[in-house]
């Protein structure tokens, strides 16, 4: 009897060998053919998951932001959690490329952003991303403002915005700077909770 093949699983290994040359070499080393030798598998086998590159990246990123929600569970808000200060730098620094290994799935997004200024089909994939991320973000707010946290009477929706365009500077700031995080990018994280929170030291 022939035996039962994952696709899933096969997808996330094929997936995997993508997001480690891209931590190692970046984006543009990736290809079927680089991404089949590393996988350990044919050019053929790799085809009959993702026909084109630009379907592999698709999946790397739902990949990768299916791993940061895993490493953001950990971060908790409220009775028996983190204050609303604590947990927003908690969760700003957690989604920084600031290892290897994040900084493999920031050239990721990096690669996602670039295709998605010319295609349509990526800019809506960003856009469902990012009304996520707000709606996320305004929840936290909703809930920061209630128990007196953050300051009352503020947007939440601008404010998620905000927080939003913060993240991705500092993302890109970090991938150009040639030996990565830097003790201004930690500083700026500093700053931005402050900024949002009325945090004062």
Known sequence: MPKAVDHDERRRH?????????????LEAASVRTVAAEAGCSVGAVQRYFSTKDEMLHFALRTVVEAERERLRHIRLGPG?????????????????LDARRQGEARIWAAFYARAAVHPEFAAVIDELNREARDNLCTVFAYAESVGELRPGQDHNALAQLVLAIMDGLMWSILMHPSGAHQDHLSAVDAAVDLVTGRSK
């Not at 094929?14 to 970046?26: M, Q």
């Not at 959690?81 to 604590?86: A, R, V, Y």
Request: glycine letters at 6%; a negative charge.
């Open 14 to 26: 094929v997936t995997a060998a993508l997001l480690r040359i891209t931590e190692r070499e970046g």
């Open 81 to 97: 959690g983190m204050p609303f200060p604590d947990a927003l730098h908690a969760t700003l620094l957690e989604l920084l490329p």
